[in-house]
């Protein structure tokens, strides 16, 4: 069993990236050793998501692609697995006949047992079966030799059932980790080089409610912004909602806590945001955007927003536009509303035209690239403290690093400065990126 290659293609968020790292960890005491070739693969997984229409199609013209490869290599094993998979079940094998196991989002640990029976038996199989707790895989990934970025899980699931999300029925209830075990993870990830974790959940503020033992996300915060070694901390996603003022005050007391919280907004109209079940007012959201600013001046903000959700009035939507206009995020991603089945939206009334949903979506991505531009372009001059990933993707004889508030910079350096936390005097801005020259070591 020694020397099987796995490949693991990704689509969608970094909770996915995450689970993919961990079925490449698992399988790895399986005789599998990873591979970026599909070609030189003997397993091949497809990690999906289902978070709008179009990641479900390039999940599905993905796996018919793969077709092509099985009939080369009849020993080729194909699996899915992610929210998608969840999603459908058995029902994966009408669609792509050709696939070898459907594995849900609680399913990982499973992976070597599913894998053990389709290589026995040759048929095909679905593990879907839905856990009150999601079960640990009891595996950390160690960042890869040189990598100085980390992720965590911390919770599974989500308790909001935001009207147009289908992420509740694919990810089951909100669940946090225990306190003890993310923090030995930290530190486990500190000895092993990591500089930066990034705490991931689907709703990381409302981190230990289901605990019911005192524990929260600003305590956490505080925790881990004691591990020796960690010198930068993330998370993501925000709900608005649940951003206490305790959770705020960590942006000014706990040094490592970088200055960028991404904080979905979803859209600027109250009525549409009652419509998507988002428990707060833009009133709400302006005054927690002002109370961050106040606590930490520095801090970037991005954010998340849908145009064309179900009942979306160009009143509606002038409204998004204003709000864009008062709080100018640093970034945006933003969306047309896709209809997901099985969830509350998928039942309102008055659906907005694909042609209209394109149009608000270009306006808004317009007026956005514009604010993202000018807030680039205000860091020039600036000497910002940047963390080192990897090589400039234009130059790879280039550096790549980010800076706290999560701004691409790229710059050029005799000395190897990978994985080192460095001082860059900003000298140009771009849509995507900063430019900048390294201060002396
Ligand atoms: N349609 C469009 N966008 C969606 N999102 C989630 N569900 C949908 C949907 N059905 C967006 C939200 C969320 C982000 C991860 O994806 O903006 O914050
Ligand atoms: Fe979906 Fe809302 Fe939960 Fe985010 S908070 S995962 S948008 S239901």
Do not use: W
């Not at 058995?90 to 594995?103: A, N, Q, R, W």
């Not at 990982?108 to 047992?113: A, D, K």
């Not at 100085?148 to 980790?177: D, H, K, W």
């Amino acid at each position: 069993m020694s020397d099987r290659k796995i490949y693991v293609q990704t689509f969608g968020c970094q909770m996915n990236v995450h689970d993919s790292e961990q079925m490449i960890e698992l399988l790895k005491g399986h005789g599998y050793q990873p591979t970026r070739e599909p070609k030189r693969a003997d397993l091949i997984i497809v990690n999906t998501c289902s978070i709008r229409e179009k990641a479900d199609q390039k999940a599905y013209s993905q796996l018919g692609r793969y077709r092509g490869l099985k009939r080369k290599k009849p020993g080729l094993i194909l699996g899915v697995s992610g929210c998608l998979a969840q999603q459908l079940g058995g029902e994966f094998f009408k669609k792509i006949p050709h696939l070898d196991f459907v594995l849900g989002t609680h399913n990982i640990h499973r992976l070597p047992s599913v894998l053990e029976t389709v290589e026995r038996t040759g048929s095909p199989l679905v593990e879907t079966a839905f856990h009150e707790t999601v079960p640990s895989t009891g595996i950390v990934t160690i960042p890869e030799k040189g990598t100085v970025t980390a992720f965590v899980t911390i919770m599974q699931g989500c308790n909001n059932f935001c009207a147009f999300c289908v992420v509740p029925y694919l990810r089951g209830v909100e669940e946090s980790r225990k306190f003890g075990d993310i923090v030995a993870e930290v530190r486990m990830l500190a000895s092993s080089g990591a500089k930066e974790v990034t705490l991931l959940g689907q709703n990381v503020n409302s981190y230990g409610k289901t605990l019911g033992d005192g524990h929260n996300f600003a305590l956490l915060l505080k925790a881990i912004g004691e591990v020796h070694g960690i010198g930068r901390i993330r998370f993501t996603t925000s709900h608005p909602r649940d951003l206490t003022e305790d959770i705020i005050r960590c942006f000014a007391e706990v040094e490592k806590v970088c200055e960028h919280i991404h904080l979905p907004v979803q859209s600027g109209s109250d009525r549409i945001l009652k419509r998507m079940n988002r428990y707060y007012t833009r009133e709400d959201y302006l005054a927690k955007v002002e109370k961050l600013r106040e606590v930490c001046p520095d801090i970037s903000i991005t954010s998340d927003m849908i145009v064309g959700f179900p009942g979306e009035t160009e009143a509606d939507f002038r409204a998004t536009l204003d709000l864009m206009e008062k709080i100018r995020f640093d970034g945006l991603f933003s969306f047309k509303y896709s209809e997901r089945p099985g969830t509350a939206a998928s039942r309102l009334d008055g659906k907005v035209p694909m042609e209209e949903k394109g149009r608000r979506l270009r306006e808004l991505q317009a007026l956005q690239e514009k604010h993202t531009l000018q807030k680039n372009l205000a860091c020039v001059g600036r000497k910002e403290e940047v963390l080192v990933e990897g090589y400039s993707k234009q130059n790879r004889r280039e550096f790549m690093g980010r800076t706290r508030n999560n701004r691409i910079v790229n710059f050029g350096s005799r000395e190897n400065c990978l994985g080192r936390t460095v001082s860059v005097h900003i000298s140009a801005a771009y849509q995507h990126s900063l430019r900048g020259e390294l201060e002396p070591l």
